[in-house]
């Protein structure tokens, strides 16, 4: 009998203070009620923010139209900072597809969505408005770059004087380039994008051939820039050229020297607004965005040059 007592008073006492713990104040539950009664004034607004990386608050972002963009890879890495600014003060989601400018275009041609493409040369750009995909007046010159002549980092600089010539005076900028890439064949090969449709491989080829050597020298081909610039950085290439934006903070590599603009058409990424774009206003207020003072100094930073008014003919 006793034992069913101090059973009966167990279960009473448990009960009472299951009762009491539902009236007792989480003071952490309280506090962030608190605070979301009570949000914060003095939030920083984003003209006060110091760097374009800063997220301003109370701002909605994501959950909204996804804007799809195809770029060259060698602009993918900054235009994904730039995206992630861009999200962080609008409703939009950015998806950026990368690969060479010729394989973008054609996966564009044949029906793949995209809002806005960014070529890194005139011809792909043309090549969609050519096929009607791009209206006349919505596309333009976004920025330009510089091709570049890099080795591993530690490597041995290649000279720039050949072993038998007379007079080193006589050399002209173009004679030292050339000794150099044929120094560097006799190492190992010279990595390059793809010459006949990858831009930057088309920019190489240029200069090879401008120089007269595109066939002495030793190519290794890759299929984009960021292919070609990982053959260098690993070693397996005794060079590579490469867009001088590749070099800007890379300590994998190390340059030689910024090919003569002379020798190679000029590098100008353009951008194109395609007309069927799933969000295509939405392509255009972000276009918009890419000529921002937030969105220039990223590119400037990354190794990018303005594009000196160089427009549409």
Wanted: glycine share 4%.
């Amino acid at each position: 009998m006793t034992h069913r007592i101090w059973i009966v008073l167990a279960l009473v006492l448990a009960i009472a203070l299951f009762a009491i713990s539902l009236w007792q104040i989480d003071p952490q539950r309280e506090a962030i009620r608190a605070q979301a009664a009570n949000p914060q004034k003095d939030a920083p607004t984003i003209a006060e923010l110091p760097d374009p990386h800063a997220v301003p608050q109370n701002v909605p972002v994501g959950d909204g139209p996804d804007i799809r963009i195809f770029a060259a890879s060698s602009i993918a890495p900054v235009l994904e900072d730039i995206a992630n600014v861009y999200e962080s003060n609008h409703a939009v989601d950015i998806t950026i597809i990368t690969a060479a400018s010729s394989a973008l275009a054609r996966q564009i041609e044949h029906g793949a969505p995209a809002d806005l493409f960014i070529s890194a040369n005139r011809q792909w750009g043309h090549y969609l408005v050519d096929k009607g995909l791009v209206a006349d007046h919505e596309h333009k010159a976004l920025l330009t770059n510089r091709l570049a002549l890099v080795i591993p980092a530690g490597a041995e600089q290649p000279s720039d004087v050949p072993d038998l010539h007379p007079t080193i005076d006589e050399l002209t900028e173009n004679d030292r380039l050339k000794n150099q890439i044929l120094h560097l064949s006799n190492r190992g090969r010279i990595a390059i994008c793809e010459p006949t449709a990858v831009p930057c491989g088309i920019y190489a080829r240029q200069t090879l051939e401008a120089l007269g050597i595109w066939d002495q020298a030793r190519i290794l081909p890759a299929a984009n820039a960021q292919a070609t610039l990982a053959w260098v950085e690993r070693g397996e290439a005794a060079g590579a050229f490469v867009y001088a934006s590749e070099t800007t903070g890379n300590d994998k590599v190390q340059l030689v020297l910024l090919v003569p603009d002379a020798l190679h058409d000029a590098i100008i990424y353009e951008i194109s607004t395609l007309k069927d774009g799933p969000a295509h206003n939405e392509a255009l207020a972000f276009l918009a965005f890419l000529d921002s003072a937030p969105a220039q100094r990223l590119l400037i930073m990354a190794g990018f040059l303005p594009p000196n008014g160089l427009m549409e003919p």
